[in-house]
């Protein structure tokens, strides 16, 4: 790490999230370069670009996942550092990953998947809450999570995040493959997340539908920003559009 590692932490009540100069790699290939950005308290952001602008690569390195590397950089969530954790530290600490895929456990029921996503020792969130957010998973919550529809194991994927206690929800891809009605009823969850303070990141090929729920964007181009401010300003920006990065 620089010697100046932590001159940039942010002070408790203040930015919610940071990351600051973040560079990562698969291998010898440098996929995330020099990525900084802060974060409020329950701000939805929109993490778009073209294929292979390293949006999942930032993820993945936000949620300390072993891959890609993280060469250096810093990451703090609430003033703590995240950057020296693993991956199952940083979820103790509410930095929740929903791969793209769903990767909805076979064999178990809704509510097994639940629980088994339950990290010991954290609060989480009961059964009643999670209901309320998604309706049917309640009415399915004894069926096998395989079966279910598209859209239904996506919400079961974001419940197991949410189960967990998230403060930092990242998702990949949320909406793929999904019919518009599955669609909005997750945007609609997604916004009564925010209520709850839980701050969301959505990597989403989909970019005006992202856009229409987050309150700022943030594109990516050869893994580094090319553009960060308000989501209504990516929709107009005429640079962002001619560079085809919102697709």
Avoid at 91 to 100: N, S
Wanted: proline share 5%; hydrophobic share 40%.
């Amino acid at each position: 790490m620089q010697e100046d590692a932590g001159k940039d932490q942010p002070p408790k009540g203040a930015t919610y999230f940071l990351c600051h100069q973040l560079n990562a790699q698969y291998g010898d290939a440098r996929v995330v370069r020099d990525v900084s950005f802060g974060l409020k308290e329950g701000e939805i952001v929109a993490l778009l670009g073209p294929c292979g602008a390293g949006k999942t690569a930032v993820l993945r390195t936000l949620a300390r996942s072993a891959e890609p590397y993280l060469r250096s950089g810093e990451i703090w969530l609430e003033g703590e550092p995240v950057h020296d954790k693993q991956a199952f530290e940083a979820a103790q600490i509410g930095i929740q990953l929903v791969p793209e895929g769903r990767r909805i456990i076979p064999g178990l029921t809704v509510e097994e998947n639940l629980e088994l996503a339950q990290i010991a020792g954290l609060p989480g969130w009961s059964y009643e809450r999670i209901y309320g957010l998604f309706p049917c998973l309640e009415a399915r919550r004894q069926d096998d999570g395989t079966v279910m529809s598209a859209g239904e194991q996506q919400m079961l994927a974001i419940a197991r995040a949410l189960s967990r206690d998230a403060k930092l929800l990242l998702l990949d891809e949320p909406y793929a493959d999904l019919p518009n009605d599955a669609r909005r009823e997750i945007e609609h969850a997604l916004l009564k997340v925010k209520q709850y303070g839980i701050t969301t990141v959505i990597v989403e090929r989909q970019a005006a539908a992202v856009l229409d729920i987050a309150d700022s964007a943030i594109i990516m181009d050869e893994g580094q920003v090319v553009f960060r401010g308000p989501a209504y300003q990516a929709r107009a920006d005429d640079t962002v559009r001619e560079a085809n990065l919102v697709v």
